[in-house]
């Protein structure tokens, strides 16, 4: 078969905002209280999205979710007008309030598990929304991002979306965040790779001062839903980088076609695990870059997100899409300058300005979900959300018309926000073709 891996990005949302509600997410707590700027943010987005689109790699788009989320807060008691539960909102629950206004929908490598017709035993493309469970204001997307994804991937003899899994810890699942695919060409059967950070038999083997938000059985379940057979292999994240601030295994690991980047802390048995990606790769020789800890410290990889590169496959070969964050690491910068003159795999780095979802602690990575799809599976896309520079020209109109340029914390009160962003979610559904999904649209 052949097929290509596209690259659907997550649109900013218009409430982008730094309220540091990801515990174990360094730079969330760290940047918690800043003054954002939604309209720079979706920005820096579409001009990633242009770049990757000129570098050749095929690239689409996800929309932002309705915030703020008022049926969140209806359940929890509050009534009225929208605009006065949103006052109300604030004043009696404000950690509700902040969740029910976070554009976290932007980081869609949480979005869901996606795995490719090619490795599935039915010969279709199986997608699981991801629960989200561990974060209250991420585990309110999954409704929304399931309607989306099953407008986008609608046809039945192609596709198969399942419900996200139960909403229970002992099922926290994060999405293509903890998960790789490994292969020869996109199209060919390969191997893939679950990551989690705790066996819920034996959660003391976890770690001990952050949440572990991905757990075994959750990967298991997808895996078995997806008809993966032995194309499945389980790997235990080392729940040291997970209390170092590693809350995803995106933050410490890259992979793409034959080749995986990670540092050498980010797994529990690693030889053991790449001798079982090895054997599923068959004769496809598995190219392995491990990145030493005396060259690259684990806190300097948390904090410069050189693992949360997106690597893409060009005509000059594998080349690595890093934050600015990486540039301005020296060990970062120094490895990566050793690294491409050894041309050990990666034959180059371009660095991106991403440092509004960079502050949130999202990187290239986050905001990208990979689908490998044959030329039948894109044509049979139920939305316009492919990108092409027609459509990116609309989405900058439309994000300068209805984005703040500065968002701060006492900002998030504003009951305007909610219409604001009715109107843009409302003016994107015709633009991307994607139907009603939103609650305020029903
Ligand atoms: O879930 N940050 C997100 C970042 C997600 C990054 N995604 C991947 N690594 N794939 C999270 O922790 C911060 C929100 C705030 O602080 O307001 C936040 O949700």
Redesign the pocket.
Known sequence: MTAQEVNFDGLVGPTH??????F??V???K??ALTSSPQKAALQGLEKMRALYELGIPQAVLPPQERPHIPTLKKLGLTGTDQQIWEAAWKKMPEQA?ACC?A?SM?V??AATISPAADCSDGKTHITPAN?VS?P??NMEAPVTTKVLSTIFSNPELFVVHPALENSSEMGD????NHTRFCGEYGDSGVELFIYGVDQNNPALGPQRYPA?QTLQASQTIAEHHQLGNRAIFAQQNPAVIDAGV??N??IAVGNLNLLFFHEKAFQQTDEMLKQLQSGLAETELLSISVPEQQVSVSDAVSSYLF?SQLVNTEHGQVLIAPTESEQTDSVREYLDELIINNAGISKVHYFDLRESMR????P??LRLRVVLTEAELDSLGANVLYTPALHQQLESWVVKHYRESLAPADLADPDLINETRSALDELCQILSLGNPYEFQQ
């Open positions: 905002n730094y309220a540091g509600l990801s174990g997410n730079a969330s707590a940047h918690k902040a976070s976290s980081w490598a949480n989200l974060m204001h991420r994060e999405g293509a965040a938000r809350f995803h995106d933050v949360n949130n602690g999202g990187g990575a986050c």
